[in-house]
């Protein structure tokens, strides 16, 4: 069972708010990732850190921002929703060691929705 | 290009069945390759995890095989279950980076009916 939880489940707010996802997780992983996903379509990495204040851009351009402040927790930020922004968001983790190149396991946290109306 | 393709889209089968999911992919060099559940709503859940010289791996009714000259693998569910139903998703690592790269196929959506 991974120990990596999102908040909120589910969220519905107005153009122009600011909203925080929070991830957490308590395996003491120091990668950490953010996937966005629309219904039926694949995981696009949008975010991801090494370890605290280690913090990239993924493959998929996003308007959100990151932090690592701490070695648990990585939240991602939109300044100012818009309907665009309207998806799913995974959060993951795993260890950061060489164990990554013969496959350790990458947890994900149950995902969070974001409606931007 | 790196990518990753599987097949069917979509699937649907009677409880008790068995079937067989495809992946394809194309990522160089290859690092392991994964399957991941993810039932509607929630987050994926590793099913197995494969590396270059493993063949073949096992999860309770779940087998993954792994064909690495043909970049091919598949994952045989056994016996299936009402609870199978779930979106089932191949993750190709590449090992030409220190993030080792991910790359995710779209899924199989899986329905088991009564």
């Known amino acids: ?13 107005g ?3 600011k909203i925080t996802l929070e991830c957490s997780q308590t395996m003491g992983h120091d990668k950490m990732y953010w996937y966005q996903q629309d ?6 990495l949008i975010h991801y850190s090494y370890g605290v204040n280690s913090t990239e851009k993924g493959d998929l351009s ?3 921002t990151v932090s690592r402040i701490r070695t648990e927790h990585f939240p991602l930020t939109l300044e100012s929703a818009r309907p665009s922004h309207t998806s799913q968001y995974l959060c993951a983790s795993n260890a950061n060691r060489e164990s990554e190149l013969s496959g ?4 994900f946290g149950e995902g969070s929705w974001l409606t931007v109306v | 290009k790196n990518q ?7 699937l649907i089968i009677l409880e008790g069945k068995n079937c067989t999911l495809q992946c394809n992919y194309t990522v160089s060099p290859f690092s392991n390759l994964r399957w991941y559940k993810q039932d509607t ?10 590396t270059f010289s493993e063949n073949t791996k096992s999860n309770g009714r779940y087998t993954a095989t792994l064909d690495a000259d043909t970049k091919q693998s598949s994952l045989h569910i056994t ?30 959506q899986l329905t088991v009916w009564p």
């Open chain 2, 79 to 108: 016996a299936s279950q009402l609870s199978d139903s779930a979106s089932y998703i191949c993750v190709v690592s590449d090992r030409g980076s220190t993030l080792g790269r991910l790359y995710f196929g779209r899924g199989t």
């Open chain 1, 62 to 64: 996003s308007e959100s």
């Open chain 1, 1 to 13: 069972e991974a120990d990596i939880y999102q908040t909120p489940r589910y969220l519905v707010i």
């Open chain 1, 39 to 44: 219904p039926g379509m694949e995981l696009h």
């Open chain 1, 104 to 107: 350790n396991t990458i947890y």
């Open chain 1, 15 to 17: 153009t122009g708010k």
């Open chain 2, 41 to 50: 709503g929630r987050g994926p859940v590793s099913l197995t995890i494969m």
């Open chain 2, 4 to 10: 990753v393709e599987q097949s069917p889209q979509s």
